[in-house]
């Protein structure tokens, strides 16, 4: 008798379980979210289109893994374009020389995220190559946008930036708590 108690107790929270998910999904509205872009990059227009570009870190560096290239189609609305085939392309400005391709892929929302490790400092132009589904041109013929990138060299600028996270912060927060504690003990 109890195994059967528990038994309609479980198949009772299963279908509650089940109904509050369906009702729950039904009368909250879902959320969706884009790269936004920094003003001073170069966010642009193509026909009915915004390309939002903004690169993290701002500013890339040489040789560091962490660089992520973000980028965005989005509709006359401001809203994310659903089902897309994009390839990304990145070449030395000064040589032309392509030194990464990132070939064609479906994307279920135009937010899009490819990493890179840039071998060395100089400008370098992102090109990224849409294929917008539904779209009567840019379906059959990429819709095609180029980006001047600027990478920096390591250098001063990284050491500083370890040394912060790192050492500094670290320091800090162990001084302010000593302080604390100091001044619970009427030390100071």
């Known amino acids: 008798m109890p195994a059967k ?3 309609l107790i479980i198949f009772g929270l299963i279908v509650m379980t089940i109904y ?3 009702y729950i999904g039904a009368h909250i509205p879902t959320a ?3 790269f936004f872009g920094v003003p001073i990059l170069q966010n642009k ?3 009915n289109y915004k390309i939002v570009f903004q690169p993290y870190p701002l500013i890339p560096l040489a ?3 962490s660089t992520q290239i973000n980028l965005s189609v989005l509709d006359e609305e401001g809203k994310n374009i659903n089902i897309m085939f994009a390839s990304l392309s990145i070449k030395q400005k000064e040589t032309g ?3 990464k391709t990132f070939p064609f892929r479906l994307y279920e929302f135009s937010d899009m995220t490819f990493p890179y490790t840039f071998p060395k400092s100089g400008t370098y132009v992102v090109t990224l190559n849409s294929r917008i589904n539904g779209d009567p041109v840019y379906s059959k ?3 095609v946008v180029d980006f001047d990138l600027p990478v920096k060299s390591g250098g001063l600028l990284v050491l500083f930036s370890e040394l912060m996270t790192y050492f500094l912060t670290p320091a800090l927060i162990a ?10 003990k009427k030390k100071i």
């Open 141 to 143: 013929t990429p819709l």
């Open 97 to 99: 020389d392509i030194v």
């Open 175 to 184: 001084i302010a708590g000593l302080a604390v504690y100091l001044r619970i």
């Open 32 to 34: 969706s979210a884009h």
């Open 63 to 65: 040789g560091d893994n």
């Open 5 to 7: 108690s528990a038994s």
């Open 45 to 47: 227009t193509v026909g």
């Open 20 to 22: 509050a998910v369906e």
